[in-house]
């Protein structure tokens, strides 16, 4: 039976022939702003005139939304307009659950996980839409993948001397030895054939690698409004030339994807006790240090980024980390003072990240050299021409930090011994916006104020909120310290 003209163009997106499945892609891309009045054919099952669901070239029934998601997997202009076409879509929470399977949601994390993924950074902003909503987080949280490249390579040279041993000639007088390098070689592909089937981490795992990958990767250079051509542009040329070999003779391939929008997935899945949990715990074997051994001290080191994303993220997953008291210990440095009283170094010192960005060097600069060496020492040598955070949303988020930290008697002990007050103060001088200027004076009223037996007890809590009834909760508690 005849279908209208946008009903027979979805038939094309199951189409064997991939021309034929790009041109339908690039179509229907357009169906997927939210006032377009023919979105409902991207979500609802599709039927023809009498009602009867529509049904492809190989006889089974067409779900749009489905064949969407596997054209992710298709030629990469095919995937660039799915994956745009998934972003726009998921602003609906029911759409979104639908897209964010477990399969397809692993499919995504190895995708990203992957340098040589051309469009690594849609597939962040679709993974940053989708944990918007809790239960796509709490599948995230769950998801185990497996620790290799989303495109295996194997050593061509292990390779090569695997091959060549099968026919060695046992009259060889350098048999003995090409056989010992066979078996090694051997050896060597079978460890890896079984580490690429067996070892799986946390999927957060390996977005974060991928995020760390990313942060030398310039952003123009990366997505924007040219990925499209840049795609085009790398149309065909696989196999054109042959790729350097890293020390191991594995391929070597550049990140080409800054994987910024990850940072907004961290501070979604912070949003969970489990998602917070993960942050402060540590996962890493590392032999460089300690702090690199816990998510959190993976990416506090972002706060002062350049791209806003990726520093706005990072803020406010540290944010949302701080709201666990246990773990102030693990995030936070004692004072000099509390050292002598004999409080243990923590493993991951945050202070330096929240301070710095709410420095300006030239303020910094008149102060006195006292209240300067009270500070984190990467926050005592500040070049003069270093401007404080400009974005006032970001301002206000790293008072909130402090404030957070300000819950636990041992954080304000620690803020009140290494220099945070002094950065506070200069802020406020400085500071236009209102709603962070109270966040200040909220801040300094906790610092400054006498400790009882009872707060030293942690009695007292003081959590930044929206909600006017327990912002005056708090005021109350305030003036009773």
């Not at 229907?28 to 979500?43: E, N």
């Not at 990925?227 to 070999?245: D, F, K, Y």
Request: proline share 5%; charged share 25%.
């Amino acid at each position: 039976m005849s279908l209208p003209a946008s009903h027979e163009l979805l038939t094309f997106l199951a189409d064997p022939n991939p021309q034929a499945r790009q041109v339908a892609m690039a179509n229907i891309a357009g169906y997927s702003k939210r006032d377009h009045p023919q979105r409902y054919l991207l979500t609802e099952k599709l039927k023809d005139a009498r009602g009867e669901p529509v049904h492809i070239w190989d006889g089974s029934e067409l779900d749009v939304l489905e064949q969407i998601k596997e054209l992710c997997r298709d030629q990469p202009l095919t995937m660039h307009d799915a994956l745009s076409v998934l972003i726009n879509l998921s602003d609906s929470p029911s759409v979104a659950l639908r897209i964010a399977d477990p399969k397809f949601l692993s499919f995504l994390v190895m995708y990203i996980g992957d340098s040589i993924s051309l469009l690594a950074d849609l597939a962040c902003i679709l993974v940053s839409n989708l944990t918007k909503y809790e239960p796509v987080c709490t599948r995230l949280l769950d998801l185990q993948v497996e620790d290799r490249p989303f495109y295996s390579f194997f050593s061509p040279n292990d390779l090569q001397l695997s091959l060549g041993g099968l026919d060695a000639d046992p009259s060889d007088p350098q048999f003995e030895q090409k056989k010992a390098a066979f078996t090694a070689a051997s050896q060597r592909l079978s460890s890896s054939v079984k580490t690429t089937e067996q070892v799986k981490v946390p999927a957060l795992v390996k977005l974060l690698r991928a995020f760390e990958e990313g942060a030398s990767v310039e952003s123009s250079d990366a997505s924007g409004s040219n990925m499209r051509e840049r795609v085009e542009a790398t149309q065909g040329e696989s196999g054109s030339r042959p790729l350097a070999l890293d020390e191991h003779g594995r391929p070597y391939v550049r990140r080409k994807s800054h994987c910024n929008f990850l940072a907004s997935v961290f501070a979604n899945v912070t949003v969970l006790s489990r998602g917070r949990e993960f942050f402060v715990q540590p996962i890493f074997g590392t032999d460089r240090s300690l702090t690199d051994a816990y998510p959190v001290g993976r990416i506090m080191v972002y706060t002062e980024h350049g791209d806003l994303i990726r520093r706005g993220g990072v803020i406010s997953a540290l944010k949302n980390t701080l709201f666990i008291k246990h773990a102030h210990k693990t995030l936070l440095a004692p004072s000099p003072i509390m050292i002598q009283e004999g409080y243990p170094m923590s493993p991951v010192d945050i202070l330096a990240y929240i301070l710095m960005p709410l420095i300006d060097g030239k303020e910094l600069a008149k102060v006195d050299l006292e209240d300067q060496e009270e500070l984190p020492e990467t926050c005592q040598l500040v070049d003069e021409n270093k401007p404080r955070e400009s974005d006032m949303a970001l301002r206000l988020m790293l008072i909130e930090c402090l404030l957070l930290l300000c819950t636990s008697h041992y954080g304000r002990e620690s803020l009140r011994g290494r220099g945070a007050y002094v950065v506070v103060r200069e802020a406020h001088l400085a500071e236009q916006n209102e709603e962070v200027t109270e966040a200040i004076t909220r801040f300094v009223n906790l610092l400054k104020r006498d400790e009882t037996e009872e707060t030293k007890r942690d009695g007292v809590d003081l959590v930044p909120t929206d909600d006017v009834e327990e912002n005056e909760e708090a005021d109350i508690r305030l003036e009773e310290l």
